[in-house]
């Protein structure tokens, strides 16, 4: 995830009509909208370059100068596209050396514009440039219980320095310095209560240092406090409108989230307390449907977001008003 998504030459492979659309209650379901709603415009999809398409894309974020990092992980690369989706290069290939992926899944950035890789295969996270040149690649601490480090994830605490890496398998956070990248402490254990995970995924963190667990087998976000003291969980189990049936990315701006179910096609917007403000939708009210959403940025500074569509193969650019 993004750590700007609050400050925040090939062509594109395919360009969607433009379509209004709005952050709404889904129209079938009967539920309210939200009356502070933003109307936002479907502008394009990003597909890959042109003859080597994504596979199985899983998560995006922000740089520093608004370029877009698209992780397309069972391809082993970074993808890397400027404001207006023009694909500008990639990095990365298969393999265990330095600046080489096994099927990364999550990514992030930093102010000062270096990206953030999780190398899940290689049970490590690594660190590049802007430019995709590898800096250090750093693998996560082997548990008590001997259970491989998976990491599917990396978001940036700016303010107090800190790099949070989530551990899907051992189902528990790893928090790191950023400044040295020097391993500090782990927050969390198995289960299903407060500060327990069951099976961690994507994760976001928002201006004021606060940390967004995304967990889809407990059907929840869980909020932590910089201090690692559980806050609230966000949604739970269901179909209905303010539920989650299987969440996979968060997206944090101001004092909305932006959450994605990749097996109900939506994405769902809920205030920092919890309360439901609606689905990312048409201009009608009709709830937008995306090919399992998985991955998803905000650019506060450009009024975007990127939706990844994990079994489209494809990056969805929405920009509200």
Same mark, same amino acid.
């Given at each position: 995830?993004?750590?700007?998504?609050?400050?925040m030459?090939?062509?594109?492979?395919?360009?969607l009509?433009?379509?209004?659309?709005?952050?709404?209650?889904?129209?079938?379901?009967?539920?309210?909208?939200?009356?502070?709603?933003?109307?936002?415009t479907?502008r394009?999809?990003?597909?890959?370059?042109?003859?080597?398409?994504?596979?199985?894309?899983?998560?995006?974020?922000?740089g520093?100068n608004?370029?877009l990092?698209?992780?397309?992980g069972?391809?082993?690369?970074?993808?890397?596209?400027?404001t207006?989706?023009?694909?500008?290069?990639?990095?990365?290939s298969?393999?265990?050396?330095l600046?080489?992926?096994?099927?990364?899944?999550?990514?992030?950035?930093d102010?000062?514009?270096?990206?953030?890789?999780?190398?899940?295969?290689?049970?490590?996270?690594?660190?590049?440039?802007?430019?995709?040149?590898?800096l250090?690649?750093?693998p996560?601490?082997?548990?008590?219980?001997?259970?491989?480090?998976? =990491? /599917?994830?990396?978001a !940036?605490d %700016?303010? $107090?320095? #800190? @790099? +949070?890496v989530?551990d899907?398998?051992? &189902?528990?956070?790893?928090?790191?310095?950023?400044?040295?990248h020097?391993?500090?402490?782990?927050?969390?254990?198995?289960?299903?209560d407060?500060?327990?995970?069951?099976?961690?995924?994507?994760i976001?963190?928002?201006?004021?240092?606060y940390?967004f667990v995304?967990?889809p087998?407990n059907?929840?976000?869980?909020?932590?406090?910089p201090e690692g003291k559980?806050?609230?969980?966000i949604?739970?189990w269901?179909?209905?409108p303010g539920?989650?049936?299987?969440?996979?990315?968060?997206?944090v701006c101001?004092?909305?989230?932006?959450?994605?179910?990749?097996?109900?096609?939506?994405?769902?917007?809920f205030?920092r307390d919890g309360?439901?403000?609606?689905?990312?939708?048409?201009?009608t009210?009709?709830?937008?449907?995306?090919?399992? =959403? /998985?991955?998803?940025? !905000?650019d %506060?500074? $450009?009024? #975007? @977001? +990127?939706?990844?569509e994990?079994?489209? &193969?494809?990056?969805?650019?929405?920009?509200w008003?």
């Amino acid at each position: 995830m993004d750590v700007n998504s609050c400050t925040m030459g090939i062509k594109l492979s395919l360009v969607l009509g433009l379509a209004a659309v709005t952050v709404a209650a889904q129209h079938e379901a009967g539920a309210k909208n939200d009356r502070s709603a933003t109307t936002a415009t479907v502008r394009a999809v990003i597909a890959g370059p042109s003859g080597d398409p994504f596979n199985m894309p899983s998560d995006a974020a922000v740089g520093r100068n608004g370029n877009l990092y698209i992780l397309d992980g069972v391809n082993h690369r970074v993808v890397v596209c400027d404001t207006e989706g023009q694909i500008q290069f990639q990095f990365g290939s298969r393999g265990s050396e330095l600046g080489q992926f096994a099927y990364p899944l999550g990514i992030a950035a930093d102010p000062n514009g270096n990206i953030y890789v999780a190398d899940s295969g290689n049970h490590r996270f690594q660190v590049f440039t802007a430019a995709g040149r590898p800096l250090e690649a750093v693998p996560l601490p082997l548990p008590a219980s001997g259970i491989p480090p998976d =990491p /599917t994830d990396v978001a !940036v605490d %700016a303010n $107090r320095r #800190r @790099l +949070y890496v989530t551990d899907n398998d051992n &189902h528990v956070i790893h928090v790191f310095s950023l400044a040295d990248h020097r391993f500090e402490s782990v927050w969390g254990s198995p289960g299903q209560d407060q500060r327990q995970f069951r099976f961690p995924f994507l994760i976001d963190t928002s201006l004021d240092g606060y940390l967004f667990v995304v967990e889809p087998i407990n059907t929840r976000v869980q909020i932590l406090n910089p201090e690692g003291k559980f806050v609230n969980f966000i949604a739970g189990w269901g179909i209905k409108p303010g539920q989650l049936f299987r969440p996979k990315g968060v997206a944090v701006c101001s004092d909305r989230l932006y959450v994605t179910d990749s097996y109900l096609g939506h994405v769902q917007v809920f205030a920092r307390d919890g309360k439901f403000l609606g689905v990312l939708a048409d201009a009608t009210g009709t709830a937008m449907s995306f090919i399992t =959403p /998985t991955g998803i940025t !905000v650019d %506060a500074k $450009r009024k #975007r @977001l +990127y939706v990844v569509e994990l079994k489209a &193969h494809r990056v969805c650019r929405v920009d509200w008003e």
